[in-house]
T-cell receptor
Framework: DAGVIQSPRHEVTEMGQEVTLRCKPI?????LFWYRQTMMRGLELLIY????????DSGMPEDRFSAKMPNASFSTLKIQPSEPRDSAVYFC?????????????FGPGTRLTVL | GNSVTQMEGPVTLSEEAFLTINCTYT??????LFWYVQYPGEGLQLLLK?????DKGSNKGFEATYRKETTSFHLEKGSVQVSDSAVYFC???????????FGTGTRLQVFP
């Protein structure tokens, strides 16, 4: 299996632009998580899905952030408009149904820089 | 609420030294406990886990024992290698939700 796939790996954009991050979970995994990692705040859970349904989005920082999972093999995290403080590494992770809160498999991350 | 506290880093060691990274937790019920490792430029990956009190998780020479009486899950390795240099995250799972609660991470630097 290819593991969790994220794209792009690096994104540099200017303040005010829309940014879309993409994730393909491991096939057969029912849970999908979006995290943000910064030096100041560490690893933060933004939102997670179960069977394509958003379960908890309490970690989404503002209305500028939105996430979707239109099918079991694809999810997006969108920031509109982007701000310099959104600069971070964004990780997607997936987990199989039998594990639930068990092992999560992380993608390589997208490093976002907002100028 | 549930939380995980890890020792501050960085931890700097010479190759073949003994490693301990402390982790304590606060949780209701009986959580499962995990150590994840993040190598430079990569995502986190599971290193080991323990699902009940007194269980010992082990992998790649690393060990951690689930201590309910001290609410701890300290990570140990008898002889570290340069390739162990990474950030280590302690985490717990709560059956009340589907989320993992992560600690802040501890950076380990091993020098030859």
């Amino acid at each position: 299996d290819a593991g969790v796939i994220q794209s792009p790996r690096h994104e540099v954009t200017e303040m005010g632009q829309e940014v879309t991050l993409r994730c393909k979970p491991i096939s057969g995994h029912d849970y999908l998580f979006w995290y943000r990692q910064t030096m100041m705040r560490g690893l933060e859970l933004l939102i997670y899905f179960n069977n394509n349904v958003p379960i908890d989005d309490s970690g989404m920082p503002e209305d500028r952030f939105s996430a979707k999972m239109p099918n079991a093999s694809f999810s997006t995290l969108k920031i509109q408009p982007s701000e310099p403080r959104d600069s971070a590494v964004y990780f997607c992770a997936s987990s199989p149904r039998t594990s639930g809160v068990d092992e999560q498999f992380f993608g390589p991350g997208t490093r976002l820089t907002v100028l | 609420g549930n939380s995980v506290t890890q020792m501050e880093g960085p931890v700097t060691l010479s190759e073949e030294a003994f490693l301990t990274i402390n982790c304590t937790y606060t949780a209701t019920g009986y959580p499962s406990l995990f150590w994840y490792v993040q190598y430079p430029g990569e995502g986190l990956q599971l290193l080991l886990k323990a699902t009940k009190a007194d269980d010992k998780g082990s992998n790649k020479g690393f060990e951690a024992t689930y201590r309910k009486e001290t609410t701890s899950f300290h990570l140990e390795k008898g002889s570290v290698q340069v390739s162990d240099s990474a950030v280590y995250f302690c985490a717990l799972s709560s059956w009340a939700t589907d989320k993992l609660i992560f600690g802040t991470g501890t950076r380990l630097q091993v020098f030859p």
